[in-house]
C-alpha cells in the first residue's frame, strides 16, 4: 500500500543551526506534500506545504522542496530558535481524488540554546 | 482553533463497551477526518468525509465506524472496544487535503 517514510526520527541541533528532515512516498500519484508541528500536548498545525508543480516554496525560516522523480521531499529550518523544538510531520495525498493524506511516523526535533 | 471541538476530551471505558467519539466544526468544511496517535505511528486514518452520509475508508479502518448526518458533526465509533484501541484521535476538518484543521484531540483508555 502508499507508505511514507520520514527520517530522522529525532533530531537535535544548537539554536541558529540549520535542520533537514526528509521524506519519501510511493505514490506516484500523490500531488500535494504538507508539513505538519505538533507541540507537545497540543493538536497538530500546518506550517508549509508544496504541490507537485513547484520545486521548492519558502515562507521566512521554513522551506519545503520536491524532488517528484526521486519521490523525495525535504523540510528545512534555518536558523533555528527553542521553540522550533516539536514534532514534525509530513504527509501526501494517497487516495485518486487527492483529498486524504498518509503521514509519516514524525521526527522530535529539539533545539538547544 | 478554526472551530473544530471534540467531546468528550478524556474517556476511560472498559473492554466490550461501545464508545462514541464527538467532532463538531463551525467552518461549513467538506471534508472531515478521524485519526488516531500511537507513539512510533504518527498519525494515521481511520475514516473520513466528503460530505453529508459519504463516508470511506483509511488505513485503520478495522474496529471503527463513522457516520456524518449534518455537515458540522462526523461520529467515531469503536462498536466493542478493545485495548488496542487505546489512542489519541484527533478530527481534522477542511476543504479537502488542504489545510485540514485539527481538533484538540479525545484521549482514551480502553482497560
Known amino acids: 500500500g502508499e507508505n511514507v517514510e520520514q527520517h530522522p526520527s529525532t533530531l537535535s541541533v544548537q539554536e541558529g543551526d540549520s535542520a533537514v528532515i526528509k521524506c519519501t512516498y510511493s505514490d506516484s500519484a500523490s500531488n500535494y506534500f504538507p508539513w505538519y508541528k505538533q507541540e507537545l500536548g497540543k493538536r497538530p498545525q500546518l506550517i508549509i506545504d508544496?504541490?507537485?508543480?513547484?520545486g521548492e516554496k519558502k515562507d521566512q525560516r521554513i522551506a519545503v522542496t520536491l524532488n517528484k522523480t526521486a519521490k523525495h521531499f525535504s523540510l528545512h529550518i534555518t536558523e533555528t530558535q527553542p521553540e522550533d523544538s516539536a514534532v514534525y510531520f509530513c504527509?501526501?495525498?494517497?487516495?485518486?481524488?487527492?483529498?486524504?493524506?498518509?503521514f509519516g511516523k514524525g521526527t522530535t526535533l529539539s533545539v538547544s540554546s | 482553533d478554526a472551530g473544530i471541538t471534540q467531546s468528550p476530551r478524556h474517556k476511560v471505558t472498559e473492554t466490550g463497551t461501545p464508545v462514541t467519539l464527538r467532532c463538531h466544526q463551525t467552518?461549513?468544511?467538506?471534508?472531515m477526518y478521524w485519526y488516531r496517535q500511537d507513539p512510533g505511528h504518527g498519525l494515521r486514518l481511520i475514516h473520513y468525509s466528503y460530505g453529508v452520509k459519504d463516508t470511506d475508508k483509511g488505513e485503520v479502518s478495522d474496529g471503527y465506524s463513522v457516520s456524518r448526518s449534518k455537515t458540522e458533526d462526523f461520529l467515531l465509533t469503536l462498536e466493542s472496544a478493545t485495548s488496542s484501541q487505546t489512542s489519541v484521535y484527533f478530527c481534522?476538518?477542511?476543504?479537502?487535503?488542504?489545510?485540514?484543521?485539527f481538533g484538540p484531540g479525545t484521549r482514551l483508555t480502553v482497560t
Open positions: 504527509a501526501a495525498t494517497f487516495n485518486q481524488a487527492g483529498t486524504a493524506l498518509i
Open positions: 467552518e461549513n468544511h467538506r471534508y
Open positions: 508544496i504541490r507537485s508543480n513547484v
Open positions: 481534522a476538518a477542511g476543504q479537502g487535503a488542504d489545510e485540514q484543521y
